[in-house]
């Protein structure tokens, strides 16, 4: 049975916000008293807390899937949605907080630190906040936004001061459980130890604490044995303590070429930028096992070899803890040096200042594509703002456009190369898909039309002004031929014609023209339409350029 895990994968969910409301207040004598809808509440956040408590990442081992709370939507008479509920994962310190490409987000080091891994959604606007002097009841209201949602990889590197490091069967458990509280398993065979193990010393004033890193072997370093799985909990140690058996009985070791093989494979470790390498740190050699004769012998016997290169060599025993107080005091001395230095060499935190304006808000990429070039609108605010737009409600479409516009979307689509009925998408994949209309302006607050609808985006069959002066122009055209027609064909038949009393019957409408220079025309007998009391020959005075219904009789 597992029963530690330093490596996890999760799988987070963050809470989705909750929709606004769209609600109008009505009172008696007040069927329409403004609109009041409620914002929704934002989604729950999924927070990774640094605690001290907690020593392994097997919970998550066994249940990666965590989740938040969504958040409540919006009410009528202002009633705002609940806040979604944040989902706490308590992590042991120390865990590296990573992207799926290995990127470190956040290193957690000091206790009840506190990481935000996925973020919750944004609540929807009501229609009671989109309101404004022009326009008074909004009939949209925003979407909730979906909460963040995907991979963290948690990497347990064990915080401890010393590192007990060495070949398997060393003796580096019985070490710690002779000079801590710390009881791990110890047994007579390899690799007893399978996880690291914790303990704290109290050596005078100086207390600290020491980590037992399972047995290395020769090629840990590239993945043989535990040593790759476990080397990574070495990297935040301040000293390393070099744990040689002196009673070993396998052929061919010894204390000297135990501590090269070890000393190649910590060489071989890359450790992350910034941190000192784990040859460079102080090192101390223990002879264990030394309550065995001929392991005293040996002890004495290389002590002299390890003192020539630099190394503070202990002997000790864990059964009759003989030397273990000398070792304690002097680890102690070690870690308290480095924390002074620590103290004095940490560098003054740096206050940065972004200006709101050193962030472009959006980016327009052209893509290829089958029918043409695509132009791709990409940034964090065009993406929410599709996110919490209705679509099915054409006056949040046009709100969604007039954001756009302000934003400077349009003129960047000029600026690409953009034309009327381009393929835009907003945002990465999939995204949304539409037709580029450029001719959508942003004075959707200036026009009147029903809640809900937005007169942009409808397609009306009302003719323009210039339409119709076109058809009344045609129409009138068309008239004056027809009657023109007409004309011609009683003219002719009134020139043919013969009157009762055998004489010819005068021209008809003979045109004429007076002493004052008017266009004056004969009255034909014959006319049904001429005036009763007009004789034969009378003047008629009119405008028959005009194709007048009725001429005006003088």
Known sequence: MVTFVDRVTLHLRAGKGGNGCVSVRREKFKPLAGPDGGNGGSGGDVVLVADPQVTTLLSYHHSPHRSAGNGGFGMGDHRSGALGEDQELPVPLGTVVKDPDGNVLVDMLTPGMRFVAAPGGLGGLGNAALSSPKRKAPGFALLGTPGWEGDVVLELKTVADVALVGFPSAGKSSLIAAVSAARPKIADYPFTTLHPNLGVVQAGDARFTIADVPGLIEGASEGKGLGLEFLRHVERCTALVHVLDCATLDPGRDPLTDLDIIQAELAAYPVPEGQIPLLERPQIVVLNK?????????????????????????????????????????????????????????????????????????????????????????????????????????????????????????????????????????????????????????????????????????????????????????????????????????????????????????????????????????????????????????????????????????
């Open 290 to 554: 030394i309550d065995v004769p001929e392991a005293r012998e040996l002890a004495d016997f290389v002590r002299p070899d390890l003192e020539a290169r630099g190394f503070r060599v202990f002997e000790i025993s864990t059964v009759s803890r003989a030397g273990l107080r000398e070792l304690t005091f002097a680890l102690g001395e070690v870690v308290e040096q480095h924390r002074l230095a620590t103290i004095d060499d940490a560098p003054a935190e740096r206050v940065v200042i972004r200006p709101k304006g050193a962030v472009k808000d959006f980016e327009i990429k052209v893509e290829g594509g089958t029918y043409g070039p695509v132009y791709r609108i990409l940034g964090d605010k065009p993406v929410k703002w599709v996110q919490q737009t209705d679509f099915q409600n054409e006056e949040a479409v046009g709100y969604l456009a007039d954001r756009l516009a302000r934003l400077g979307v349009e003129d960047g689509l000029f600026r690409a190369g953009a034309v009327a009925g381009a393929t835009v998408v907003i945002g990465p994949g999939d995204g949304i898909v539409f037709d580029w209309e450029p001719t959508l302006t942003s004075a959707a607050e200036l026009m009147t039309a029903p809640r809900g609808t937005d007169p942009r985006l409808l397609q009306s069959t009302r003719r323009t002004t210039n339409e119709r002066r076109e058809r009344y122009h045609e129409r009138m055209d068309a008239k004056a031929d027809a009657r023109a027609e007409l004309e011609a064909e009683r003219r002719a038949a009134r020139a043919a014609g013969i009157g009762a009393d055998g004489v010819s019957a005068p021209v008809a409408d003979e045109t004429l023209e007076n002493d004052e220079g008017d266009d004056v025309f004969v009255a034909d007998p014959f006319d049904d339409d001429a005036p009763d009391d007009l004789g034969d020959g009378d003047f008629v005075r009119g405008d028959t350029s005009r194709g007048d219904d009725e001429d005006e009789v003088r």
